[in-house]
């Protein structure tokens, strides 16, 4: 079969890896790609927003099945473009990505069907949200209700730093219309876990958990990024935990959403926080978490195509998805001066050291072909360097060796992820 893969980071470079190892795909596209995956597709120059433009391509190449990757195509009916066109495709439809492009619609969906969560308000007006903030417990969580690239969430300690996030948020418009609504919630403590599951409409198949490091430098210190890097599975995630989550959250998700007449079909990213008073959804994604798919998707077993069309069929009751008894961690290696002000098009060398390693793997978020032919940055996060490894220590000692094999000019990377497996 013939499968377009639409995006070009770090996440459908891990896509196309696993799709490429189907005995089903005998052609692999990627619109627009990278470097990367121009090594295991062939990638074409079509814009992830371009709806026409990639229908029109799925058309005359006779793609048998389309895998839509970033949150904004998603959110934006990329699927439900695909599906007028009579192609094959995999994601959630406009209607239920929703689940990820509305904090304001995932927190009420919670509060609805009683889903465990933070406590909230939400605002479409900066004077309400400046009014409530004044009497408000600190610290707070503000959230620009729409898609920010992950970066559209403000932790503030005092009532200065909320009514500075209003400003910044709804105000200022840091992150464009995604800060029309906000969300201003309770602070929770404890571990974030994450959690990647396939849907069907009706049934949810949890894969492995994950553990992600938002900030920017060490000790969790810094703005907040894309994510600096991971590792699976999570030593948090009990089985007492994953009991919880299936019983409490994971499928009550899935049925709330059918309920609203949005079935979802595709990937639920569940963003948790195990708290004290047992674990809450912090944030739902639609699609598969950057850079966790790095680390989850080199542990399954599973021909991932096998998994995809049972999700568009409605028979993921029929698969069972199994992992390697293992561990996987990835470090990010970053253009420094992430995710503010940085330099691109800078020679990448050391990628060849990669090649028939087995258990290490490098994953291309922000790379090009310049016109020489040479791998430059191209982006802020560069690449993903991942290694698996016996347990997460082995794995963790292994992706650190890793990142030594690659050099660029303004390389930068935090050292200490996945330390937390110390404390577990």
Not at 116 to 144: G, H, Q, R
Not at 226 to 236: A, E, I, L, N, Y
Not at 243 to 265: H, L, S, W, Y
């Amino acid at each position: 079969m013939k499968v377009l893969i639409v995006g070009g980071g770090g996440r459908e470079h891990a896509i196309a890896w696993k799709v490429a190892q189907s005995p089903k795909v005998e052609k692999l596209y990627c619109a627009p790609g990278n470097a990367g995956i121009a090594q295991v597709a062939e990638c074409v120059d079509i814009g992830v927003m371009d709806f026409d433009g990639l229908t029109r391509f799925a058309k005359e190449k006779a793609i048998d099945l389309t895998i839509i990757g970033p949150d904004d195509p998603l959110a934006a009916g990329a699927v439900d473009a695909f599906e007028a066109a009579g192609l094959r495709v995999f994601g959630p439809r406009k209607n239920a990505a929703v689940l990820e492009g509305s904090k304001a619609f995932s927190k009420d969906l919670m509060k609805k069907y009683n889903i465990p969560t933070a406590a909230y308000e939400t605002f479409d007006s900066p004077e309400k949200a400046l009014a409530y903030l004044k009497t408000a417990n600190m610290p707070i969580v503000l959230k620009a209700d729409g898609l920010a690239l992950g970066k559209g969430v403000l932790i503030c300690n005092t009532h200065e730093e909320a009514e500075e996030g209003v400003k910044t948020l709804m105000m200022d418009r840091q992150f464009g219309s995604a800060g029309d609504r906000i969300v201003a919630e309770e602070f929770m403590t404890g571990r974030e876990v994450s959690v990647l599951s396939f849907v069907d409409g009706k049934t949810i198949k949890v894969m492995t958990s994950a553990q992600d490091h938002k900030r920017a430098k060490d000790g969790d210190e810094g703005l907040n990024t894309g994510g600096m890097g991971t590792f699976s599975p999570s030593p948090f995630y009990t089985r007492e935990v994953d009991a919880f989550c299936r019983t409490n959250i994971f499928q009550p998700t899935v049925d709330a959403m059918r309920a609203e007449g949005r079935e979802f079909k595709g990937i639920i990213f569940f963003g948790l926080m195990l708290t004290e008073n047992g674990p809450k959804v912090l944030e739902f994604n639609a699609r598969f978490g950057d850079p966790e798919t790095q680390v989850v998707l080199p542990r399954m077993k599973n021909d991932i195509v096998d998994v995809f069309e049972a999700c568009i069929d409605g028979t993921l009751d029929k698969v069972e998805l199994e992992f390697e008894d293992n561990a996987a961690v990835c470090v990010v290696l970053a253009s420094d001066g992430y995710p503010e002000h940085y330099e691109k098009g800078l020679p990448i060398f050391g990628l060849d050291s990669f090649k028939d390693k087995d258990g290490y793997y490098v994953f291309h978020a922000g790379s090009k072909f310049d016109e020489s032919g040479q791998i430059v940055t191209n982006g802020g996060r560069v690449l993903g360097v991942t290694a698996v490894g016996e347990d997460l220590k082995q794995a963790r000692a292994n992706a650190y060796a890793a990142t030594e094999w690659i050099q660029f000019a303004n390389k930068y990377m935090r050292h200490d992820i996945g330390k937390a497996i110390d404390e577990a």
